[in-house]
C-alpha cells in the first residue's frame, strides 16, 4: 500500500507558527512521525508540501494510478479551494482530510471546507497524532 501526505500552506512553518494553535513540533518531526508510523504498518509514504494551489493540484494528480490513500491537510485552501475538491474527486483516491487544530472551535470562516465532500473521513484537533490515525484509517478500509 502506497498513501501520499500531502500538506498546504503554511505547513512548512509547523512548530514557528502560532504554537499555542498549531504545536511546537517542525514539519519535519511531522514527517518522521508520519514515516515511522507507517513503516511499522508496512505502508510506503511519500510527502509532498506546498504553498501554490496548482501545484497542490498537480500533486493529486500525479497520484492517480499509483497511490492508494491520500492524507491531505489543505491549511487555508480547505476554506477557498474547489480545485482541490475537483482534484481529489478526479482522481477517485480514498482521501482523509487532517487539521491539526480543532476547527470546528475557531473561527467561522474555518467551518467551510470546499475539499470533505471529496474525503472518506475527516480528522481535527488531535495534532499531529491526526495524520497516523489518518493512515490507520486507510490501511483498515482497504
Given amino acids: 500500500m502506497?498513501?501520499?501526505v500531502i500538506n498546504g500552506p503554511n505547513l512548512n512553518m509547523l512548530g514557528i507558527r502560532e504554537p499555542g494553535i498549531y504545536g511546537n513540533n517542525s514539519y519535519d518531526a511531522l514527517c518522521e512521525k508520519v514515516r515511522n508510523y507507517c513503516e511499522n504498518c508496512g505502508v510506503e509514504v511519500e510527502f509532498f508540501q506546498s504553498n501554490?494551489?496548482?501545484?497542490?493540484?498537480?500533486?493529486i494528480q500525479k497520484s492517480y494510478g499509483v497511490c492508494d490513500g491520500i492524507?491531505?491537510?489543505?491549511?487555508?485552501?480547505?476554506h477557498?479551494?474547489?480545485?482541490?475538491?475537483?482534484?481529489?474527486?478526479?482522481?477517485?483516491?480514498?482521501?482523509?482530510?487532517?487539521?491539526i487544530s480543532d476547527v470546528?472551535?475557531?473561527e467561522e470562516f474555518r467551518q467551510i471546507s470546499y475539499i470533505r465532500a471529496a474525503c472518506v473521513k475527516?480528522?481535527?484537533?488531535h495534532g499531529i497524532d491526526g495524520y497516523c490515525e489518518a493512515v490507520e484509517f486507510l490501511v483498515n478500509l482497504k
Fill in 2 to 4: 502506497k498513501i501520499l
Fill in 71 to 78: 492524507v491531505i491537510n489543505p491549511g487555508a485552501y480547505t
Fill in 52 to 59: 501554490h494551489e496548482g501545484a497542490l493540484v498537480d500533486e
Fill in 80 to 99: 477557498t479551494s474547489i480545485a482541490l475538491l475537483d482534484a481529489v474527486k478526479a482522481v477517485g483516491i480514498p482521501t482523509v482530510e487532517v487539521h
Fill in 122 to 125: 475527516t480528522i481535527t484537533g
Fill in 104 to 106: 470546528a472551535s475557531r
